[in-house]
Each structure stands twice: as structure tokens, then as C-alpha cells.
């Protein structure tokens, strides 16, 4: 089974991406932890909140890939987690940056910032995308799986990813 996951910052069209490339593929696609664990938290995200992030996030992905068969896209992974850990609390939880090693997929989608931001009440850094948006260009680089900088709008963009897909289920 081929894992392919979606990244990059804030309002960069992930999710939509996700279930798009699911439709298209005819498979399933994980979805995002952290988003319902943060609507359903009474107050800002803390720094103890990313052991159970992680740990549900990683449920989540065994989960469907435990019926997986051949592709499996991700609307994020741990990397996410151990990028949104050192940029606002300056540390990362050594356990956690290495289970993103070990959990490291078969391609990176790099979704970018070609997209306008849209506030959601959970999102909170539309003034600092560039800052934010190279962490994970440098996050992505470093973690030494394959990737594929995704750009432009609507069946752009979805071809883009497709086209990057593909490639990876050749080879």
C-alpha cells in the first residue's frame, strides 16, 4: 500500500485536495485529528495537548490502513504536529519527531500558499503564511521521503497531485 500525505500551512486546500484525490483514486482518505480535537477543546491548544494529538493521529491513520489496500491519502501526519510544536512552543517532543521518521510515507503532497487564507476559528497565522508555509518547505525537505510541491487552482491543483501520484504508483 502506497501512503501519500497532505501538507503544508494553514488554508492551503489539504482537506478539499484530500477528498478530491480519494474521489478520483476510488480509496478512502484519513482525515485530520488535531481539527476536531481543537474544536472540541475549551481554550487554546498547550503544549501537553501534542501527546494525545500525535497518539490520536497515529490511531487514526492504523485504522484506515488497516483496510487500505493499495493507496491511502492523509489530510496530514505527525510532521504537522512536530512543525506546529516548534514554532509555537520552541521544543518538540523527541518521541514524536521520531515516530514521524518512522512514519514517514511514500510521497508528500507540499500543498502551497497559492490559495487565499480563510479564517475558520481555529486557524491563526493568515499574517505570517510565508514564515509558516517554509517551515514546512524545510520540514518536508528534511524528513527525507519523496515529495511534490502542489500549486494552483481547482483542477490545477488536482492535477498536479494526480500527475505526482501516478508517479509514484509506476514506480
Request: hydrophobic share 40%; charged share 30%.
Amino acid at each position: 500500500m502506497k501512503r501519500v500525505v497532505l501538507t503544508g500551512s494553514e488554508s492551503t486546500g489539504k482537506t478539499t485536495l484530500a477528498v478530491r484525490l480519494a474521489a478520483h483514486y476510488g480509496v478512502e482518505y484519513v482525515p485530520e485529528f488535531v481539527r476536531d480535537f481543537a474544536a472540541r477543546k475549551d481554550g487554546p491548544i498547550e503544549f501537553s495537548d501534542h501527546g494525545p494529538i500525535a497518539r490520536g493521529q497515529m490511531a487514526l491513520e492504523d485504522e484506515y490502513a488497516a483496510w487500505a489496500r493499495t493507496l491511502l491519502f492523509q489530510d496530514t501526519n505527525l510532521l504537522s504536529t512536530v512543525v506546529y510544536c516548534g514554532h509555537y512552543f520552541g521544543q518538540r517532543p523527541a518521541w514524536i519527531v521520531d515516530a514521524a521518521r518512522e512514519r514517514r510515507p511514500d510521497l508528500y503532497l507540499l500543498c502551497e500558499i497559492d490559495l487565499p487564507w480563510v479564517a475558520d476559528g481555529i486557524r491563526d497565522r493568515g499574517d505570517r503564511r510565508e514564515e509558516m508555509q517554509q517551515l514546512f518547505r524545510d520540514a518536508v525537505a528534511e524528513s527525507g521521503a519523496p515529495f511534490a510541491v502542489v500549486e494552483g487552482q481547482g483542477d490545477a491543483r488536482l492535477a498536479a497531485a494526480v500527475s505526482a501520484v501516478d508517479r509514484i504508483l509506476r514506480d
